[in-house]
């Protein structure tokens, strides 16, 4: 609620002529709704085949419910963790508590909305600038939340298109290749290249390994460490068309490579969706991007089999890792979901079956049964503007943008009445940010 009346103040004081803001949905945020005995049931049927899935693919892994939501997947009890927390010292544990409403509700959201960052995004955001854009802007603070907004548009202007430069559907089939030493088990690479798009991450080298991890590269999502070599990180894909995906911030030492070197390679910042702490590291990041612009998406090269004793790269000796037990877990969980699919060694096989896949039509009923428990806006609504919160009018004429989407691209932006949608930041039940097209 908080968030709409802001949006209705800047809209009022600010007085901005040319564009309209005004808000939807309302009434249905935060409104409880009452389940009916077909919710239920879709309920039950997708836990039914989400338990089966994942005793059927999950190497040892097995999903127990509590309730409706919450589902706990556990490893077998003779699973030796070798993850310790350095902060306290202790093993990593064997289970791990999900919430599979807010996973598939959530999950959703990503692949119908927008998660490059935009100045439409931030023009459309109640006080976008001042408490939205600085944080992006490495030393930050020193802008004094972007008080003077020229100078924060000159610091972002190099990684800041005005509109999305892509949309979801925009590709078929992806890969999301991550950087696990896995990868040298397989030859994955001729596989991998077969793929409309491909999506690595930080520096990982492509020659000398095409065997193995293929040579083609569409996209890189880069962490603050990578970005801040983002010189080298260009050099790796011969092609130099290869789009740089930053998570964290714009630096100066960036922009002063952007211009200087010159890196001619498209740059952005990505607008990520919080999932919690299961959920932090560039590879989420990776498939998080992969969604919202992919019809399908396939995972190679992250640590997903059993047997896991150090965290090994492909190309570099083993590092400090993170709760790689947790993560294998969670990206069974989305195996399950049917958002991606996993191959790596122990599933090796290209056309793999997932048995126990819960249908479209069933992942459909349930999505529509959780956002009502979520309370989320727009939930069961036919509208798919229903879950905007804040609305805005595109400046911009993107007719020619829509020239070279490819069928599903098109049906989809039809469904959605041409609307960008971003998805708000850190609040749950939130509605999202839509910019619909010129009036
Ligand atoms: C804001 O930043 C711009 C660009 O650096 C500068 O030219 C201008 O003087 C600044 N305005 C104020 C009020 O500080
Ligand atoms: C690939 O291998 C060659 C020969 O060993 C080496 O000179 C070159 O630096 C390697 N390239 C990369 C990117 O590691
Ligand atoms: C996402 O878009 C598809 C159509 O492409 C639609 O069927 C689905 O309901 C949408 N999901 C949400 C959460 O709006």
């Known amino acids: 609620m908080k968030v709409l009346q802001l949006g209705l103040a800047v809209a009022v004081t600010a007085g901005i002529a040319a564009t309209i803001i005004y808000i939807v949905g309302v009434s249905t945020i935060g409104q409880k709704y009452v389940l009916s005995d077909e919710d239920v049931k879709s309920l039950e049927s997708l836990q039914t085949s989400f338990k089966k899935c994942v005793r059927a693919n999950g190497l040892g892994l097995q999903a127990f419910s509590k309730d409706h939501c919450q589902i706990t997947l556990g490893f077998p009890s003779d699973t030796v963790p070798k993850w310790e927390d350095p902060k306290t010292g202790e093993l990593e544990g064997l289970s791990f508590d999900f919430n599979l409403c807010e996973a598939l509700a959530t999950w959703e959201q990503v692949r119908n909305s927008t998660t490059i960052l935009t100045k439409e995004f931030i023009d459309a955001l109640p006080n976008g600038w001042q408490e939205y854009a600085w944080r992006r802007i490495n030393k930050g603070i020193q802008l004094n939340q972007c008080q003077n907004k020229t100078l924060c548009m000159e610091k972002l202007a190099l990684v800041l298109p005005n ?19 896995d990868l040298l088990k397989t030859r994955f690479g001729k596989e991998i290249d077969g793929y409309d798009a491909v999506v690595r991450e930080n520096g990982a080298p492509i020659q000398n390994y095409t065997e193995y991890v293929g040579t083609k590269s569409t996209f890189r999502l880069l962490n603050r460490g990578s970005a801040k070599a983002l010189d080298k990180v260009a050099e790796l894909d011969v092609t130099g068309k290869e789009v740089l995906i930053i998570k964290t911030t714009i630096h100066d030492i960036m922009s002063k490579m952007i211009r200087e070197v010159p890196i001619h390679n498209p740059v952005y910042l990505m607008l990520g969706t919080s999932f919690g702490s299961a959920a932090k590291g560039t590879g989420l990041k990776a498939l998080e991007f992969a969604l919202s612009v992919c019809d399908s998406v396939d995972m190679y090269g992250f640590t997903v089999d059993p047997g896991y004793k150090e965290w090994t790269r492909y190309f570099s000796e083993s590092r400090q890792g993170h709760t790689p037990l947790h993560g294998r877990a969670y990206y069974q969980m989305m195996e399950c979901l049917g958002l991606i699919k996993i191959h790596s060694p122990m599933r090796a096989e290209f056309n793999r079956n997932l048995e126990g896949l819960p249908s479209k039509s069933t992942l459909y009923a349930a999505r529509i049964a959780f956002e009502k428990v979520l309370g989320r806006a727009g939930a069961s609504m036919e509208d798919p503007l229903a879950a905007c919160s804040i609305v805005k009018r595109c400046s911009e004429d ?12 098109l049906d989809h932006h039809q469904y959605v009445k041409g609307a960008t949608m971003y998805t708000l930041e850190h609040r749950v039940g939130n509605g999202m940010v839509c910019i619909l097209p010129k009036a």
């Open 163 to 181: 509109t999305p430069p892509f949309v979801p559907r925009r590709f078929g089939r992806c890969a999301v290749i991550g950087n696990s030493g």
């Open 398 to 409: 993107e007719s020619m943008r829509l020239s070279i989407l490819r069928k599903a691209a």
